[in-house]
Structure formats: structure tokens, C-alpha cells
């Protein structure tokens, strides 16, 4: 199943019924009066957060979606039926905009979440409505209400507890791959990963959701490689790991590359917890490994935790160190609703 993040849709909610201009006509009833029915109402145009979906490549094949019109009403005070209401599913975490794509309409963060982009028009009153003492025989009746019809950007920001972050081969997707079960792609060339990929890591019987990104480099806030674009899908994380691959010459370049990328794509990454790790230590000699984890540490103002995939080194301590920070995290999320 392809990726796709972004799209723009098309929705109309549906116009309401007319009212019916309708009079009794009985045997010997000589004064029937009116008994035209109301309209029935247009349908609504809903979006939902379902769980099970982690792309909107759904909407790449419909780009148009409309309520039902509502049935006219009719005689004998019947009411016609309402539209059929129409509704988005999209996955959670999903952004809704104006066309402008920078108006916010609704954030669907939860799953279940649902949300009115479009009331349907009202039904218009039958004759029956306007009876009165001095008018007992109106011979009119209201159309319905047309629907609202608007242009609106779907956005996709996955819901990740912990996203990783790195030059391209820092090794991102090989540990995204050795502590889950994702199976991203993993070559030894740049930009091997398009698109981002989630997996579940558990550490001491605690699940928490990993989300690798396609590896930034420098001027990527300017578009440039594949630019910063992805960067919104670990917005949400709690923590974020750093990894820089110690096939790196200057590792300390590399590490303020990223962190520059970082700080220009601002929003919910700035001031992020950061877990600076040196991946793919296994091809260093122990004089090259010091070195590099000393350059790194003063890059960084921490002490580098050091991985390699390939021969497991370090991979259960990032794991816990990860969880630590998600599960305090958590904690103070709990304590701040309690709060409230």
C-alpha cells in the first residue's frame, strides 16, 4: 500500500427538501384545508478517526463526496425522508484545513473521533405550516435550504511515541527493523526510505509505537533532498533519537546538520527530548569509537549512547531509555488531566 500524507477533497453536504403544497380532498368533506408536508433534510458530510489506517491513499481514487439530497414532502402531512449523511474515514491523527491549508478545522487525534465538516440544509416547510385564523387555505410552500459546499486539505501526522531522526544511512530504518517487526527498506544508499514507517517496540513488557522518517540533509527546510515534509509525522512524539552513523567523519557535523534542520522546521520539535545515539559502532576500532563519542558528546552537551544493529550492542539500553521518557511523559499527561 503506497504512502500519502497530503490531499486536497471536495465536499458538499446535501440540499433539503421542498415543502409540499398539498389540501385535503375527502367525500363529503367539504373544508379539507391544507395538509402539504415539510421537506426532509439534506445530509451531513462527517469525518471519522478509525483505527487501522496509517496513509490517506484512499483518497487519492475520491476526491468528491456528497450528502444525499432530502425527498420533497408530500400530502397528507408526510414528510419526506432525510439525505443519506456521507461520511470521511481517516486515520488517527489526521488534520483538517480550510482551503487555504493553513486554517485549522479539527484535529483528530483519538480514535472514534468524530466531527460535522458540513450541515446538511433544512427542509422546507409544507403549507400545512402557515395555516392560520386569517389564512386558512395557503396555496405556498418553502423550498428546502441548499447544503454548504467547501474545499478542504486533509493532513496526515502519524501518532508515534518516539520518532527517529538522522542524516540518510545513519541507520534509522536497520533499528526501526531490529527492535520491531516493520520491514522497511534497508540498502547501503542515501534516501532508501520514501516514506515513513511505524513499528512496535516492546521493552520489559511495555509496547511503545517507533516512527523512522526518511533521513534528513543539510537545506532540507529549503526543499532540498527530500526536504523537510516528514518532519510533521514525529511532531507528536514525546522523545526523539538521534542517531549518527559513526561511518561519519565529522560525527559533530553531522549531529548540528540535523539539529539545524531541526530548529528551522520549528513548530513541536523545538525543545523535544533528545536521545543523541552513534549507531554502527561495529566498524570502528576502539581508539576511533573514543574519539568519535567525544566529539559527538561535546557536540551534543551529552553523552552519546553507542548501537550497532548488527551485532545488538546497545539496542535493549536505547529501548529503556526511550521508554523512561515516554512513560514519564505519560504520567504527567495523566497528572495534568487530573488536574483540569
Known sequence: MKFLDETKVYIRSGDGGAGAVSFRREKFIEFGGP?????????????????????????RFQQHFKGGTGIHGMGRNRTGAGGADVTLKVPVGTQIFEEDAETLIVDMITEGQRFRLAAGGNGGFGNTHFKSATNQAPNWANPGLEGEEKTIW????????????????????????????????????????????????????????????????EGAHDGIGLGDRFLGHVERTRVLLHLVSAQEEDVAKAYKTVKHELEAYGGELTGKPEIVALSQIDILDPAELKKKTKALAKACGQTPMQLSAIVGVGMTDALRALRDIIVRAQTAGDIAEDDD
Open 35 to 59: 395538509d402539504g408536508g415539510d421537506g426532509g433534510r439534506g445530509g451531513d458530510v462527517w469525518v471519522e478517526a478509525v483505527n487501522g489506517l496509517n496513509t490517506l491513499i484512499d483518497f
Open 154 to 217: 486533509l493532513r496526515l501526522k502519524l501518532i508515534a511515541d518516539a520518532g527517529l531522526v538522522g542524516l540518510p544511512n545513519a541507520g534509522k530504518s536497520t533499528f526501526l527493523a531490529t527492535v520491531t517487526r516493520a520491514r522497511p527498506k534497508i540498502a547501503n544508499y542515501p534516501f532508501t526510505t520514501l516514506h515513513p514507517n511505524l513499528g512496535v517496540a516492546t521493552i520489559d513488557g511495555r509496547e511503545f509505537i517507533l516512527a523512522d522518517i526518511p533521513g534528513l540533509i
